[in-house]
């Protein structure tokens, strides 16, 4: 009936991960330390605190991870990028808080490093963005529209920036504790 078929998935996207070998408790500290001392702001948050965002001094140890990683990880794809700035914040989030469907608007790549992750804090959710949510081709497969990440604490998760996501809720009565990055090349 016929033949030479061909079947190629095109715009690949991806989220790629490592375990990076720093002091999580001086994480931990230092976040709690930025939330005792800056007012929390409302971006993608429901509840939990925000930190403002900062460029620099705060979680040097992790973002000099964060630069290397992702440096390494735009040269193993042959992008020939390289990172110019890096942005940051933490997130605290108690039981029931999450946050909402966001982006991160022109960030390049994103990061996400989960500091403290109690059993029932939530799953990351990465949703497609190309117009399939409109049609009815992928109706009966989430698995085609959201890729759904159980975090791992310790892990630094980090993916294109023009990835719509969101935090589901926590039902833990510990927080969550998170670092979150823009990266731009």
Request: glycine share 6%; charged share 20%; aromatic share 12%.
């Amino acid at each position: 009936m016929y033949d030479h078929v061909t079947d190629k998935n095109i715009f690949p996207d991806f989220v790629c991960s490592c375990i990076p070998q720093i002091d999580m408790m001086a994480q931990l500290e230092e976040a709690h330390i930025i939330k005792n001392t800056y007012e929390s702001v409302n971006l993608s948050n429901e509840g939990g605190y925000h930190s403002p965002i900062f460029v620099g001094t705060k979680f040097k140890e992790l973002r000099d991870v964060v630069q290397e990683f992702s440096d390494n990880l735009l040269e193993k794809k042959d992008l020939g990028l390289s990172v110019t700035n890096i942005e940051y914040w933490c997130n605290i989030n108690k039981c029931y808080n999450y946050n909402v469907m966001h982006s991160h608007g022109r960030a390049d790549l994103i990061g996400i490093y989960y500091i403290q992750l109690p059993p029932g804090s939530g799953n990351l959710v990465i949703m497609r963005n190309d117009g399939s949510q409109y049609s009815d081709l992928y109706e009966n497969r989430a698995d085609m529209l959201e890729y759904i990440i159980e975090p791992e604490v310790g892990r630094l998760y980090v993916l294109p920036g023009h990835l719509w996501h969101y935090v589901t809720g926590s039902s833990s009565v510990k927080d969550r504790v998170s670092v979150s990055f823009n990266i731009y090349t």
